[in-house]
């Protein structure tokens, strides 16, 4: 089965795991990452650059109605919630859901409303829930969840929620997540948006 686009959501720890993540996919990497990192909400667009030094994918942090592009890291900016639509992603200060704006749960449902089966939906290292139940909508439509290993992660309790609320995710280390993502964003694969 075919995909057509990663959401990745991550919190305490992250900017390291998604380093690491991110390095270890081709250039020619063939389908859209969209990111949802928890920061504080003064942060700025520094993420994009500290993430940009370690892939040879483009990264941008989204502004209301970015278009969706393939082997393009899609980076969620502070204080926003990031919504998924079909070929371009758009923002809303809506109140934060658990604490969190922007919330991995509202980025992964609106990725599964939109994308259904062919969403792949993954959850980092992080502190808190946020991102189980958004995964749980992911699975239910069909599409891919994968977490990484608890046991890897810098903070386990994200990942342990997500683990907890989908159960039949596959739960792989980080360099085994950059694998199983590497051959699911082959170029001849290719995504349609």
């Known amino acids: 089965m075919g995909y057509d686009i990663v959401v990745v959501g991550t919190s305490w720890g992250g900017l390291a795991a998604l380093r690491e993540l991110?390095?270890?996919l081709p250039g020619d990497f063939a389908l859209p990452l969209i990111v949802v990192q928890h920061r504080h909400r003064e942060?700025?667009?520094m993420l994009t650059g500290l993430l940009q030094d370690h892939t040879a994918l483009h990264v941008c942090e989204v502004d209301d109605k970015t278009p969706v592009a393939a082997g393009t890291v899609h980076v969620a900016p502070a204080d926003y919630h990031l919504l998924v639509d079909r070929g371009f992603l758009s923002l809303t200060m809506d109140e934060p859901v658990a604490f969190s704006?922007?919330?991995?749960?509202?980025?992964?449902?609106?990725?599964?409303d939109v994308y259904g089966d062919r969403v792949v939906g993954i959850v980092l290292t992080g502190a808190n829930s946020d991102g189980a139940r958004g995964l749980r909508r992911i699975a239910d439509r069909g599409g891919l969840a994968l977490v990484q290993s608890p046991a890897t992660a810098e903070s386990p309790a994200m990942p342990s929620a997500a683990l907890r609320e989908v159960p039949e995710a596959r739960t792989l280390t980080l360099h085994e997540l950059t694998g199983a993502l590497a051959e699911i964003g082959q170029p001849a694969r290719g995504a349609r948006l």
Do not use: C, E, M
């Not at 704006?101 to 990725?111: E, G, L, Q, Y």
């Open 22 to 24: 991110l390095a270890g």
């Open 43 to 45: 942060s700025g667009a």
């Open 101 to 112: 704006r922007p919330s991995i749960d509202v980025t992964f449902a609106s990725a599964a």
